[in-house]
Each structure stands twice: as structure tokens, then as C-alpha cells.
């Protein structure tokens, strides 16, 4: 024991394998920081670091781990190179290195933006999860029979510190400079602000950040890197995640407009992000009227007629969200989204998807009138027949129902289906409570009816 310095009292108070690691570690440290006339800085916070692990594990009177870790010989390799506890979730750093993740962002929150042990600064602080490591770890303890203690939960990843200030200011800054200056720094930010929340929450703290950010988008740009045009916009997309940058995104002049533009221009990935954004930020009631009221609503339904599969689903989305607002449901129509939507059912692409938009329409008089118009009844009472989900089935009866309380003149079509195929029938019986109540009341205004004779 006098080799290690540890005493027969530490040993029976601590963790014995853990401390002295631990005392090994920070021995290493003081070492080089007392003898070395021009010591590295980055010594001091690993001593520091080293010293605090070892206080909190002090501190704790029964350790970190059931007993049963303490006579078992962890491999060094599942041990967080920080805490040197087994690691719960490990995760890897831009380095390469793996470290649990309440360590590495203990680390990080405090403003480190180095390894803490190959001390290369960090160009990217993003924690990608150690699935290979995890399973490693998980296969030993079942081996060994304990339980893998759960992971701490998160280590206040919301934290904002002076160093992130700093970072992101440096990054806008670079966004004024060279096209490659103004690349890289795009890059760096769609990065971070997918997989930091603190970053998407610096946002919010000043409108200047967000001019900054559109700055190389600015209106009059001779040439815009069509990579450096999608970086940046998927990078609003990630900011608009944050609840608390949405209003201000929508009301920012730049925002909405550069975010129309790029649904006409750029390339489909860039596109798809900006029907994605719009509707991320029409999440709040306010902002669905503030971009149907923009026009977007127009160039939304054009890249859902392009019909490119990465861009569909999102234009959709979009669509489907603003008509939440009753007011957006008469521009969605009058740009003619009524024959896209159906078109592309007919073609049986995003059948689920539209027919919910289609069902919001079936509200306006107009939508009606021109599905009606464009053959819908057989379309739905086909898709009741053919398809297996019950939300299809549902959202087709609702429309086939508001298309019989407001033209007689499909009644003929209906009460047919109805005579041959039983369609409308089958539904009330076996379709979900609501699709029951609009396939019955169907039923009953057709029953009641006397057949129609219809002259021009």
C-alpha cells in the first residue's frame, strides 16, 4: 500500500479499484504541473477534474454502483475516462474517443472545448451514442449477473455558457466572410443546432442573430453555393424546433420570405427543409396566419404536384397544418389544391396523408364543389373498399358525407355503389364509431329519399 499512498482507512471507505485510479490520475497531473517550468494549462483542468471526481466519490457512502461492482474487475475499457466509473451510456466525441455522457457534458457545460484527453480542441462538440460499446458493456454485466445501473439523465444539456456565446459568435462572424469561410461555418451550425439545444436556444436571445445568420441569403446575392443555400436552411429548420424561436422566426421580415424563396429554388433537399420549417413554425396558431397570409400556401402545393418523393411528405405536412386555420383553407383551394390532392390519391401516392387534408377542405363549399366535380365519390368509395386502414376508410366517409348533405346530384352514384357492392353498408357495421355515424347517415338520406330524376 505505501507504493500507492493509500491507506488501509481509504480503502475501506472507497471504492478500492476507483480510487486508486483516480489517485494514479491526479498524481500524474500535480507531477507535471510542479516540475515542468511551462506546464500545459489543459494539466490544471484535468487535475481539477480528476479532483473533483475523486471528492464526489468520497463523498458517497455507498458508491456510485451496487456492492456487487466493487469485487468484480472492470475491464478499463467500459470505464468513462473521467469519472472512470463503468459507463452507462457511453458516447463519442468528435475525437473518436468514448466517454459517458454525464462526464463529457459535465465537461462541455463548463466551458471546455478540448478532449480532456488528447486535449485536441473540439471543432464540433456533438455526442453520437456508442451503440457497439453500450451492447459491450450490457453483455458483461449479464455475464457477470448485476444489473447496469441506469444512466444519470441529463446533465442540463440547455446550459448555455460564455464559450457557446463565443462559438457562435465566431461562426456568424465567418458567415460575412469568403464563400468557403461561409460554407464551412454553415456546415459547423446545421451541425449544431440538429444535435445542441443550447445552441438553438442562443438564437432566441437576439434578432441580430437571426439577420446574421440569413446574411449570405440577402436579397441581390449575385450567387448563392447551392450547399451553403441548404446548410443554412436546414439549419433554420433545426432552430425552429425550439418552441421559443418559433414566433420570433415567423415575424422576422427575412425569415418567411427567404424561407418561399427556397421552396421554388435550390435543391430538392433544400426545398424539402423549407416545407419542413413552415411547418415547424406553423405549430402556433399565430404563425399559420402570419405565412398563409405570406403566399406560401401557392408554392407549398406546387412541390407537392412536382410529386418528388423526399419533398411530398413535408409540402403536405405543411399544407395540412395551416389548414388547421380556417381562413387558409379558401387560399388553399383557390390555388388549386383540391385536383393535385386528388390526383395524387388516384395515383394512390400519400393516401393516408391527403385525405386528411381533403377531409379539413370538405369544410369549404368551394373544395366540395370541385371534388364533386372531379370525380371523388368513386374515388373514395373505391379506397373504402380496397384499403386496409381505418383512418383512410374514416377520412373518405366524412368527405363522401358532406359531399351528400351538399349535392344531390351524387346520390345516384352512391345509392349504386351502395346496390352493388354494399360498400357504405359493410362500413356502418365493421368501420370505427365515427366512420359508423357518417357511413349511417349516409345511408339514411339515401334510404329516405325517393330515386332522382334529374333533368337540365
Same mark, same amino acid.
Given at each position: 500500500?505505501?507504493?500507492?499512498?493509500?491507506?488501509?482507512?481509504?480503502?475501506?471507505?472507497?471504492?478500492?479499484?476507483?480510487?486508486?485510479?483516480?489517485?494514479?490520475?491526479?498524481?500524474?497531473?500535480?507531477?507535471? +504541473?510542479? %516540475? !515542468?517550468?511551462?506546464?500545459? $494549462? !489543459?494539466?490544471?483542468?484535468?487535475? +481539477?477534474?480528476?479532483?473533483?471526481?475523486?471528492?464526489?466519490?468520497?463523498?458517497?457512502?455507498?458508491?456510485?454502483?451496487? *456492492?456487487?461492482?466493487?469485487?468484480?474487475?472492470?475491464?478499463?475499457?467500459?470505464?468513462?475516462?473521467?469519472?472512470?466509473?463503468?459507463?452507462?451510456?457511453?458516447?463519442?466525441?468528435?475525437?473518436? /474517443?468514448?466517454?459517458?455522457?454525464?462526464?463529457? @457534458?459535465?465537461?462541455?457545460?463548463?466551458? =471546455?472545448? #478540448?478532449?480532456? @484527453?488528447? @486535449? *485536441?480542441?473540439?471543432?464540433?462538440?456533438?455526442?453520437?451514442?456508442?451503440?457497439?460499446?453500450?451492447?459491450?458493456?450490457? =453483455?458483461?454485466?449479464?455475464?457477470?449477473?448485476?444489473?447496469?445501473?441506469?444512466?444519470?439523465?441529463?446533465?442540463?444539456?440547455?446550459?448555455?455558457?460564455?464559450? %457557446?456565446?463565443?462559438?457562435?459568435?465566431? &461562426?456568424?462572424?465567418?458567415?460575412?466572410?469568403? +464563400?468557403?469561410? @461561409?460554407?464551412?461555418?454553415?456546415?459547423?451550425?446545421?451541425? $449544431?443546432?440538429?444535435?445542441?439545444?443550447?445552441?438553438?436556444?442562443?438564437?432566441?436571445?437576439?434578432?441580430?442573430?437571426?439577420?446574421? &445568420?440569413?446574411?449570405?441569403?440577402?436579397?441581390?446575392?449575385?450567387?448563392?453555393?447551392?450547399?451553403?443555400?441548404?446548410? $443554412?436552411?436546414? #439549419?433554420?429548420?433545426?432552430?425552429?424546433?425550439?418552441?421559443?424561436?418559433?414566433?420570433?422566426?415567423?415575424?422576422?421580415?427575412?425569415?418567411?420570405?427567404?424561407?418561399?424563396?427556397?421552396?421554388?429554388?435550390?435543391?430538392? *433537399?433544400?426545398?424539402?427543409?423549407?416545407?419542413? !420549417?413552415?411547418?415547424? $413554425?406553423?405549430?402556433?396558431?399565430?404563425?399559420?396566419?402570419?405565412?398563409?397570409?405570406?403566399?406560401?400556401?401557392?408554392?407549398?402545393?406546387?412541390?407537392?404536384?412536382?410529386?418528388?418523393?423526399?419533398?411530398?411528405?413535408?409540402?403536405?405536412?405543411?399544407?395540412?397544418?395551416?389548414?388547421?386555420?380556417?381562413?387558409?383553407?379558401?387560399?388553399?383551394?383557390?390555388?388549386?389544391?383540391?385536383?393535385?390532392?386528388?390526383?395524387?390519391?388516384?395515383?394512390?401516392?400519400?393516401?393516408?396523408?391527403?385525405?386528411?387534408?381533403?377531409?379539413?377542405?370538405?369544410?369549404?363549399?368551394?373544395?366540395?364543389?370541385?371534388?364533386?366535380? &372531379?370525380?371523388?365519390?368513386?374515388?373514395?368509395?373505391?379506397?373504402?373498399?380496397?384499403?386496409?386502414?381505418?383512418?383512410?376508410?374514416?377520412?373518405?366517409?366524412?368527405?363522401?358525407?358532406? +359531399?351528400?348533405?351538399?349535392?344531390?346530384?351524387?346520390?345516384?352514384?352512391?345509392? *349504386?355503389?351502395?346496390?352493388?357492392?354494399?360498400?357504405?353498408?359493410? /362500413?356502418?357495421?365493421?368501420?370505427?364509431?365515427?366512420?359508423?355515424?357518417? !357511413?349511417?347517415?349516409?345511408?339514411?338520406?339515401?334510404?329516405?329519399?325517393?330515386?332522382?330524376?334529374?333533368?337540365?
Amino acid at each position: 500500500m505505501a507504493k500507492t499512498g493509500v491507506s488501509e482507512n481509504d480503502s475501506t471507505t472507497l471504492p478500492h479499484a476507483k480510487a486508486l485510479d483516480l489517485k494514479h490520475k491526479l498524481r500524474g497531473c500535480v507531477n507535471i +504541473i510542479l %516540475d !515542468a517550468d511551462d506546464f500545459p $494549462l !489543459a494539466r490544471l483542468d484535468e487535475a +481539477i477534474t480528476t479532483l473533483s471526481a475523486l471528492k464526489d466519490l468520497k463523498c458517497k457512502s455507498t458508491g456510485s454502483f451496487p *456492492q456487487e461492482f466493487h469485487d468484480l474487475s472492470i475491464p478499463p475499457e467500459f470505464r468513462c475516462p473521467i469519472s472512470l466509473e463503468l459507463m452507462s451510456d457511453p458516447v463519442i466525441l468528435s475525437t473518436g /474517443l468514448t466517454y459517458d455522457r454525464s462526464s463529457i @457534458q459535465r465537461w462541455l457545460n463548463e466551458g =471546455h472545448r #478540448t478532449c480532456p @484527453q488528447t @486535449q *485536441q480542441v473540439l471543432s464540433l462538440s456533438i455526442l453520437t451514442p456508442n451503440h457497439l460499446v453500450h451492447d459491450m458493456i450490457s =453483455h458483461w454485466c449479464k455475464e457477470n449477473g448485476v444489473e447496469l445501473p441506469k444512466p444519470l439523465g441529463d446533465i442540463d444539456e440547455e446550459v448555455i455558457t460564455d464559450a %457557446d456565446r463565443s462559438h457562435l459568435n465566431s &461562426l456568424l462572424k465567418k458567415l460575412s466572410m469568403s +464563400i468557403s469561410d @461561409q460554407k464551412s461555418a454553415a456546415k459547423e451550425l446545421r451541425l $449544431l443546432t440538429k444535435r445542441m439545444p443550447s445552441f438553438r436556444i442562443l438564437f432566441n436571445e437576439s434578432s441580430d442573430v437571426i439577420l446574421q &445568420l440569413l446574411s449570405p441569403l440577402s436579397p441581390g446575392t449575385a450567387y448563392i453555393p447551392p450547399d451553403l443555400h441548404e446548410d $443554412l436552411i436546414t #439549419t433554420v429548420l433545426n432552430l425552429s424546433i425550439h418552441d421559443d424561436n418559433k414566433k420570433m422566426f415567423a415575424e422576422n421580415p427575412m425569415v418567411i420570405p427567404l424561407l418561399i424563396e427556397s421552396l421554388k429554388f435550390g435543391t430538392i *433537399q433544400t426545398r424539402s427543409n423549407a416545407a419542413a !420549417a413552415i411547418f415547424s $413554425l406553423s405549430a402556433l396558431d399565430s404563425n399559420k396566419s402570419t405565412i398563409g397570409n405570406s403566399g406560401a400556401m401557392k408554392h407549398l402545393i406546387e412541390l407537392l404536384e412536382e410529386g418528388h418523393p423526399l419533398a411530398m411528405k413535408d409540402s403536405a405536412s405543411a399544407i395540412f397544418n395551416l389548414c388547421l386555420v380556417h381562413e387558409n383553407k379558401g387560399r388553399t383551394v383557390r390555388e388549386g389544391a383540391v385536383p393535385v390532392i386528388l390526383n395524387k390519391i388516384m395515383d394512390r401516392v400519400l393516401v393516408d396523408e391527403l385525405l386528411v387534408i381533403m377531409a379539413l377542405l370538405s369544410s369549404h363549399p368551394k373544395a366540395v364543389e370541385e371534388m364533386s366535380d &372531379l370525380g371523388a365519390v368513386p374515388l373514395l368509395l373505391s379506397i373504402i373498399r380496397e384499403s386496409t386502414s381505418e383512418s383512410c376508410k374514416e377520412n373518405c366517409v366524412a368527405i363522401l358525407y358532406t +359531399i351528400c348533405l351538399t349535392d344531390r346530384t351524387k346520390w345516384k352514384e352512391m345509392r *349504386q355503389e351502395e346496390k352493388s357492392k354494399g360498400t357504405l353498408s359493410e /362500413l356502418a357495421l365493421c368501420g370505427t364509431s365515427r366512420a359508423k355515424r357518417k !357511413a349511417n347517415g349516409i345511408l339514411q338520406r339515401l334510404n329516405r329519399s325517393p330515386t332522382l330524376t334529374h333533368t337540365a
